[in-house]
């Protein structure tokens, strides 16, 4: 069945470095990919969203890419903080048609000031 | 500030117990979801709703029912717990059903079966 891989599942880096996590989907059909960041004892909330009409998407420290042909999508955030410490979540689904939406495994991110 | 609301964030019950998972929703959404995240499995569709009674599986329903009377509210049934049902439960809610613009989650409930 369609699955997404999420690469690393666990991610240390320190204050100010970037961060990268990467995710694979098998579904062509996939046309929508959101990330999800799940702070300790909060469910997951959304911070940005790509279509896959367009490569790139960048909002402030946080950018998301996607290369449909090779189906690998990836987030960067740059310049972290402690508060980026938190568990990620990738995501592909076909949008606004059906109901189908998978996640990846989650990558947890240690920030160390 | 739009929320969906879980009844609880920690439950504990007894194997074979019936249990009632309650999830409601402010936003007005059609869309209502319910994930079971485990540690390594990420979260997995147990069963969504796209409109009021209506209730389609997901990828693991096995076990688990729902209920969907009212709009704003999506119900999780466990019929006969079981240890290996132990888990996050979240659930969520969407504008679309492939989830443009993305889901809105509750804060989870945190079940225990002994």
């Known amino acids: 069945g369609e699955n997404v891989e999420q690469h690393p599942s666990t991610l240390s880096v320190q204050e100010g470095d970037s961060a990268v996590i990467k995710c694979t989907y098998s579904?062509?059909?996939?046309?929508?990919f959101p990330w999800y960041k799940q702070e300790l004892g909060k469910g997951p909330q959304l911070i940005i969203d790509?279509?896959?009409?367009?490569g790139e998407k960048k909002d402030q420290r946080i950018a998301v890419t996607l290369n449909k042909t090779a189906k690998h999508f990836s987030l960067h955030i740059t310049e972290t903080q402690p508060e980026d410490s938190a568990v990620y979540f990738c995501?592909?689904?076909?949008?606004?048609?059906?109901?189908?939406?998978?996640f990846g495994a989650g990558t947890r991110l240690f920030v160390k000031a | 500030d739009v929320k969906v609301t879980q009844s609880s964030r920690y439950l504990v019950k007894r194997t074979g117990e019936k249990v009632f998972l309650e999830c409601v929703q402010d936003?007005?959404?059609?869309?209502m979801f319910w994930y079971r995240q485990d540690p390594g499995l990420g979260l997995r569709l147990i069963y969504f709703?796209?409109?009021?009674?209506?209730?389609e599986k997901g990828d693991i329903p096995e076990g688990y029912s729902v209920s969907r009377e009212k709009k704003e509210r999506f119900s999780l049934i466990l019929e006969s717990a079981s240890t290996n049902q132990t888990s996050m439960y979240l659930c969520?809610?969407?504008?679309?059903?492939?989830?443009?613009?993305?889901?809105?989650f509750g804060s989870g409930t945190r079940l225990t079966v002994v």
């Open positions: 969520a809610s969407s504008l679309t059903g492939g989830g443009y613009g993305g889901y809105t």
């Open positions: 579904d062509s059909a996939s046309n929508y």
């Open positions: 790509i279509r896959s009409n367009v």
């Open positions: 995501a592909a689904s076909t949008g606004g048609g059906g109901f189908k939406t998978i």
């Open positions: 936003m007005d959404h059609e869309n």
């Open positions: 709703s796209y409109d009021v009674k209506m209730k």
